[in-house]
């Protein structure tokens, strides 16, 4: 990876600007708040000269009126008069990509905050912009104000990147935090997350862990040198964890994070975006909120933990002006670190490291039923680290076991085996420990 700078020019980097929503119109606000400052760390101005959206008339707080307007992205992307297009519609299909895919054949430098486009069309993207000598560069696509991107492109160059992890999606985080917080089941805090506007227009994009996944796979194409898979991502939401799931974590010291993790094990690359236990005190454990954290892992600088605010107006926005300043400045970088054409297509691997799993289940109280449950982990080869059963009034017994480490086939074995044991009430809940 290089990354060679152009020199000063004095001459303004003109913007074009599609979309004026959250994170639009926070850009503008700090071009228009930070002018000078911009223009000194750059080394030569930064100027807005268009800008688009699908509703001129709408009041957006700040003022548009020293700018070009145009009703079409694409138009924006081909004006003569921008230099950098900066895409904030949002999308992988449609205007959005017609309107990256025309600015970086027009030869000019791109800016997203997309990540559903370039986990789908990444590749694709990168290729084109190698091919007519075109930055794109997208740190506001993952973690909001986090230089996770920089930080694996730049500062650990020099390294192996051996795993990354994370919580990469706020909404997530707040709801199982908000669970265990109030002691609210999660029917009730995915309303009140609704209410609170936290929830994507469409809710699944957040609790089934597409968002989240979607940035899992750009950070493994740049951590490992591949192709941005998205599809071979393993997927599991928040949506079948419980409050009784929440306690007897805590009980036994842990927290439930929907964690990516991404490794290349000798199987191939391993790409999940699952609930996960983590340590209580452990960095990860400790995140509270819609706080984000990424866990970079390299041969030589160790473990490295970037945390902050991973979605908002003022931090994606930020981020989008880290690009911009980088592209005034004549820093030229691959999008993914390397270039498109040196990107090797993974082979997709399911988890590979064995790991202790948490396993929640009801049975009915009647003897010999926790020992047929033993039988069927022992079939399985799974050992029993620690087991609870709790106090209980009903016919049937809440029972929580952590196994020693397995394999999540050999979880699935088990789980497979319980339902024939004649004592299993319900469907049981197997979730990974993360060491971390």
Wanted: proline fraction near 5%; hydrophobic fraction near 45%; charge should be negative.
């Amino acid at each position: 990876m290089t990354a060679q700078n152009r020199g000063q020019d004095a001459s303004p980097l003109r913007l074009g600007i599609a979309g004026l929503g959250t994170v639009g119109t926070g850009t503008v606000r700090i071009i228009q708040n930070h002018a000078a400052l911009l223009a000194t760390r750059s080394g030569r101005p930064v100027a807005i000269s268009a800008v688009s959206a699908r509703d001129r008339m709408k009041n957006r707080a700040v003022d548009l009126s020293a700018y070009a307007w145009e009703d079409d992205p694409r138009a924006l992307a081909l004006r003569e008069d921008v230099d950098v297009f900066v895409e904030l519609v949002g999308g992988d299909e449609g205007v959005a990509r017609e309107a990256v895919t025309a600015a970086l054949k027009a030869g000019k430098d791109v800016v997203t905050a997309n990540k559903a486009l370039l986990a789908i069309h990444g590749q694709e993207l990168a290729e084109l912009a190698e091919a007519n000598g075109c930055v794109l560069r997208f740190e506001a696509a993952v973690a909001g104000g986090i230089p996770v991107i920089k930080t694996m492109t730049e500062s650990l160059a020099g390294n192996e990147i051996r795993r990354v992890m994370g919580v990469m999606n706020g909404t997530c985080n707040y709801i199982l935090t908000r669970m265990e917080s109030a002691g609210l089941p999660y029917e009730t805090v995915f309303e009140e997350a609704r209410a609170l506007g936290y929830l994507e227009a469409d809710p699944s994009l957040d609790v089934d862990g597409i968002d989240a996944g979607h940035k899992l796979s750009l950070l493994s194409a740049i951590a490992f040198g591949t192709e941005v898979d998205f599809d071979s991502v393993e997927l599991e939401g928040i949506g079948q964890i419980s409050i009784d799931d929440i306690r007897h974590a805590g009980n036994l010291g842990f927290r439930i994070k929907l964690l990516g993790v991404a490794q290349m094990t000798g199987r191939g690359l391993e790409q999940r975006m699952t609930p996960c236990l983590v340590p209580a005190q452990s960095p990860l454990g400790q995140l509270e909120g819609g706080t984000n954290m990424v866990v970079l892992e390299g041969d030589a600088v160790g473990q490295i933990v970037l945390r902050g605010p991973g979605a908002g107006e003022g931090p994606t926005a930020s981020a989008v002006m880290g690009d911009v300043i980088d592209i005034a400045r004549g820093v030229r970088i691959p999008p993914f670190g390397r270039p498109a054409s040196s990107l090797t297509r993974a082979i997709p691997a399911k988890a590979a490291v064995p790991a202790p799993y948490y396993l929640r289940m009801t049975l009915l109280d009647k003897p010999g039923a926790l020992a047929r449950i033993a039988t069927q982990l022992g079939d399985a080869g799974i050992s029993i680290d620690r087991m609870r059963q709790y106090g209980h009034s009903e016919p049937t017994a809440p029972v929580v076991i952590v196994t020693h480490r397995t394999m999540r086939d050999s979880i699935d074995v088990a789980l497979a085996g319980f339902r024939d044991t004649g004592v299993v009430v319900g469907e049981p809940v197997a979730i990974r420990i993360e060491a971390v």
